[in-house]
């Protein structure tokens, strides 16, 4: 292997190497995650040196089952923590309690999590507390801000102690780790697995419902929103949605498509605001091979979600970021995203500016994505490999 590990690298937890035929757990528990972990599940099961074990702590369970449905996985395991008004920290202490007998039982030589969910921090816990090794997948991401996202930055530094080997979608990514004094050898600048997974979900034929909202808006201006993170409840996301709406107003051209998150808090507030008016149309979350093709029919895309930033250089739609700081700088230094800010008066100028000077929107186009070429699963699995079998590096 290319850079050995000694056991004694800060972060190891006293583990130098996983053994052969590694059992391999990978746990999930939100759409995004199971996006992205998806491409690296199928890499794995197809690798026989492997012993894979699924896993989802049903922390989104209603998200879940479409998007396994579309890449034709079966968790082995569904720890089925979701309940009535769940908080971060209900879905943490249940996803550490319910794991740990999991780990006792199948007893993995290490666990996969990815981003920077509570189910990610759950499972970064439960395996640095049981000494088995842990993989963090897209590791590296910060915007420098613990409020921002909430509380995504602070659960992705966290997870960042607990892990052994840090899979890195970007160089950016990689020496923000460095940073913290991460070592070099733990880190695998890998790509990020949504590109993987894009490739994967594309080949799936959009459904009758997806084309039937494209005829909708056949001619129109096609604006796709999204938003649901927790630091924009409340006044900002009331705010931005209100500027919006009254953006698709003083615009006849234009179509507001908004697939509405299924968190509660969000769905009031967009019901509140942009129900029952006239070229808005508050859809329920789309499968994931519909929501690429949308994205791909867009005029423009806003949005406050890292998943669909990742995607955008891939699909070549212009992003407005719905945030003051982004994470994901590469996307904004490609010229695919733009910063919208956390303010509503520059925002409607921002809107207002990319309407009539759409120089911007008309010179995005598909490129090759910053953040990954299409086979960061494959990376991953040579990483696991050559950890796994040190005697053959
Ligand atoms: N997505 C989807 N259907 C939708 C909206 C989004 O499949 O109706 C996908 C999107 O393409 C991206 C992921 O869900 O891959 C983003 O998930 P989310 O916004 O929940 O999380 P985040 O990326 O903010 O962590």
């Known amino acids: 292997m290319e850079k050995p590990l000694e056991g004694n690298e800060q972060g190891s937890n006293g583990r130098s190497a996983v053994k ?35 896993v989802s702590s049903g922390q989104h369970k209603e998200f879940l089952s479409p998007v396994l449905k579309v890449f034709e996985i079966e968790p082995d395991h569904d720890l089925e923590v979701m309940r009535e008004n769940q908080t971060p920290n209900t879905v943490l202490a249940d996803t550490v309690i319910k794991l740990d007998s999991l780990l006792e039982s199948e007893a993995p030589d290490l666990i996969l999590v990815q981003g920077a969910t509570s189910t990610a921090l759950a499972g970064a ?77 594309r080949k799936k034929k959009p459904s009758g419902q997806v084309v039937k909202v494209l005829e909708m808006t056949e001619g129109k201006k096609r604006v796709v929103l999204t938003m649901h993170r927790r630091e924009s409840f409340r006044k900002r996301m009331r705010e931005y949605l209100t500027e919006i709406g009254d953006f698709v107003e003083r615009h006849e051209e234009v179509a507001l498509i908004f697939p509405v998150h299924l968190n509660p808090a969000a769905r009031k507030i967009a019901t509140d605001i942009l129900a029952e008016r006239n070229r808005i149309l508050l859809l329920e979350p789309l499968h994931y091979p519909d929501f690429l093709h949308l994205m791909e029919n867009s005029w423009i895309i806003l949005t406050d979600s890292g998943g669909i930033i990742d995607e955008a250089p891939s699909i070549g739609r212009p992003v407005l ?22 303010e509503p008066e520059p925002f409607r100028e921002v809107l207002e ?35 796994s079998r040190p005697a053959e590096v």
């Not at 999930?28 to 026989?48: D, H, M, N, Y």
């Not at 945030?323 to 956390?342: D, P, S």
């Not at 090759?368 to 960061?376: E, L, V």
């Open 20 to 54: 052969a035929a590694a059992k391999i757990l990978v746990l999930f528990g939100t759409r995004p995650e199971a996006i992205k972990l998806a491409p690296v599940i199928l890499e794995l099961k197809k690798a026989t040196h492997f012993e894979t074990v699924v």
């Open 125 to 201: 816990l439960a395996g640095f507390n049981r000494d088995i090794a842990v993989g963090h997948i897209e590791a590296g991401l910060r915007t420098g801000d613990l409020r921002c996202p909430f509380p995504e930055e602070m659960n992705r530094r966290l997870i960042t102690q607990a892990a052994t080997f840090h899979f890195a979608p970007t160089a950016q990514n990689r020496q923000n780790l460095l940073k913290e004094s991460v070592s070099d050898k733990q880190i695998f600048v890998t790509g990020n697995t949504v590109v993987d997974a894009i490739d994967i979900a």
């Open 321 to 342: 970021i719905l945030q003051a700081k982004t994470e994901r700088a590469e996307a904004v230094m490609c010229g695919v995203a733009r910063l919208a800010g956390a």
């Open 353 to 387: 500016n990319t309407y009539f000077a759409d120089s911007w929107i008309n010179s995005v186009k598909p490129m090759q994505n910053p953040f990954g070429a299409g086979d960061s699963a494959k990376k991953i699995v040579e990483v696991l490999t050559g950890i």
